[in-house]
């Protein structure tokens, strides 16, 4: 679960990071207003919407005055947001957080995330602040420093010197001091809010030698939710896809993605697979929908119907390897929602496991019409077939 800039440095504030003081504004008056309630100037409108590179799309603005605040609330309020992390259809934005402007020195970067290699939670340092993770990574790794974290031993002093001594030139020591603060906040934050991602970009070093967390991203794992019942509070459904909220109610793993072929599968990994199959089809998913290992006939229904809803599906590929979700079960929601919803695109149907043989009857004893793949390879061909 992801949360806003403006409630991620409440709990950096909270924490003891330094961070500017700000106040989130939902009208253009209340932008205005802000300003004259925080110090400035300059001041910064920040569009809040669960996306990154907002700068670059005209989500983040510096001004001066009230009357200028309050005229770039009102150009960012209400639009859609572009960014390279919200797809071409952006997102809308609710809210903008007007922030006191810093005298910045040096922008830095630095993350907390799983690394999937060591199985353990890293920290991320780089001297190259207020870009793309990704494209330091990609064309200057030179400059990212990473740091894994033994959970016996927890964070530890030297680890912080091991990452704030590698910038050149040296902070002052007053600075240096401030940026292991820093890691050692944020490591506890990771911990303590059972955190996917903790990233601060770019934590700045200001002009007077203090250390500044000038943004914010914060994101829960959400198999962890269920003790982070002060962090449920946070979310933000305007933020979600009005498909994946419904998903969600029922239990089900859905993501939006930008594609035509629908797909349905149980398992992560069996998703991951039939992405593949789709796209060696020359086609792209439309979505990513895990009904689980234990789904029952009413969410194989409902996620059927979240399918069937899109317009932008032009086939669907079912694709469910019967283990606990057997197929029988499977095959009965598929027909309880088709006889809700008319199908007027291609359903290929992949079912192995256990009951398939029932399952494949149930599908051949109703009204529909599918096209049965019996392999993988036979799936991408049906797919491919069907949409050229």
Known sequence: ?????????????????????????????????????VKGPPWVVKAQVHAGGRGQGGGVKVVRSPEEAGAAAEKILGAPLVTRQTGPQGVRVNQVLVEGGVDIDRELYLGMVIDRATASPTMIFSPSGGMDIEVVASEAPEHIFEEAVDPATGWMPFQGRNLAYALDPLPEPAALKGLMQVMQKVYEIFLAHDCSLVEINPLVITRDGKVVALDAKLTIDDNALFRQKTML???????????????????LNYIRLDGNVGAMVNGAGLAMATMDVIKMAGAEPANFLDVGGGATEEMITRGFEIILSDDRVKAILINIFGGILRCDVLARGVVAAARKTSIGVPLIVRLEGTNVEEGRAILRASDLKFLVAHNLAEAAELVSRNLS
């Open 233 to 251: 509070e946070l979310d933000d459904p305007r933020e979600k896809d009005p498909l994946e909220l419904i998903a969600e109610k029922h239990h």
């Open 1 to 37: 679960m992801k949360i806003h800039e403006y409630q991620a440095k409440e709990i950096f504030r909270g924490a003891g990071i330094p961070v500017p003081d700000g106040v989130v504004a939902n009208s253009p008056e209340e932008a205005a207003e802000a300003v004259r309630r």
